[in-house]
């Protein structure tokens, strides 16, 4: 099974800056597209934002669009995260995670097969 691994998460200021990185193991397919999700202590799961490997399409959540940007380096199998403007409401553990095919939910949560460990990420002053 693939293993994927965030890392870039910590502590910044309100309307600061982050980039998330997650690497996608080798050995395994790298899937159909990749996924972001977020989550705070005793609230579901959130959808962030979503990529395709194939030809790069995106989608974004709601609370983060025009301020999150998602990318993808198919060749060193990362797929990254931009924050910007960041808020006190965008703390939370930052999770990526894989989907494997194509199905037609890609904001559901239960349509990815793959997860990483979570990264911390703390917006305060």
């Known amino acids: 099974q693939v293993q994927l691994r965030e890392s870039g998460g910590g502590l910044v200021q309100p309307g600061g800056s982050l980039r998330l990185s997650c690497s996608v193991s080798?050995?395994?397919?790298?899937?159909?597209?990749m996924g972001w999700f977020r989550q705070v202590p005793g609230k579901e799961r959130e959808f962030v934002s979503f990529?395709?490997?194939?030809?790069?399409?995106?989608y974004y959540g709601e609370s983060v669009k025009g301020r999150f940007r998602v990318s993808r380096d198919i060749a060193s199998r990362m797929v990254y995260l931009q924050m910007n403007s960041l808020k006190p409401e965008d703390t939370a553990v930052y999770y990526c995670a894989q989907k494997s095919r194509f199905d037609g939910s890609d904001y559901d949560q239960r349509t990815y097969t793959s997860w990483g460990q979570g990264t911390q990420v703390t917006v305060s002053s």
């Open positions: 990529i395709r490997w194939r030809d790069g399409t995106t």
């Open positions: 080798d050995g395994g397919a790298v899937g159909y597209a």
